[in-house]
């Protein structure tokens, strides 16, 4: 007779907690405040180059505030998708988190990983059939909210309330 009266464990309860521990150590471990301020100063930093560009075109180069627009996002998204050919981007976002994913080089990221990933399934099956594996939802779910949004801008004119 056993003095702690504890069953013997069995095969399938050991494999649990050997599973349990294996989880718990290789889960990594993160500090929100610490997470949000290192997005804080990522987006922070993307937003402040983006402005920079924005204060060369109009100043320097004597562009209207829409074209001067229209360069920042070029420049971003080229920048993006350049850090993202060079493996420099994933280790961004992977300090950065959500400060790197939200704005417009996330987006250009994204699709630009998906192109370089399956660039070995070739033009057609690899690129043209995956690029928009990740961007496609919010494209289409981008369109169908400015659809609908479009659609309630339009009834509110009707009725005079807009």
């Not at 289409?140 to 801008?153: A, H």
Request: contains cysteine.
């Amino acid at each position: 007779m056993t003095q702690n009266n504890q069953k013997p464990q069995t095969t399938q309860e050991k494999r649990e907690q050997d599973y349990k521990k294996h989880v718990e150590q290789v889960t990594p471990k993160y500090s929100l405040p610490i997470q949000m301020v290192k997005a804080f100063v990522t987006g922070g930093i993307i937003c402040l180059l983006g402005q920079c560009i924005m204060n060369y075109a109009t100043n320097q180069m004597g562009l209207d505030k829409e074209t001067a627009a229209s360069w920042c996002s070029m420049l971003l998204v080229l920048a993006s998708v350049l850090l993202t050919g060079f493996n420099l981007y994933p280790k961004l976002v992977e300090w950065g988190g959500g400060g790197a994913l939200v704005p417009i080089t996330g987006f250009a990221n994204s699709v630009a990983s998906a192109a370089i990933e399956y660039q070995k399934e070739g033009q057609v099956f690899g690129i043209g059939c995956k690029i928009f594996t990740i961007a496609g939802p919010v494209i289409l779910f981008g369109i169908v909210t400015s659809w609908g949004l479009g659609v309630i801008y339009w009834i509110g004119k009707l009725l005079g309330m807009v």
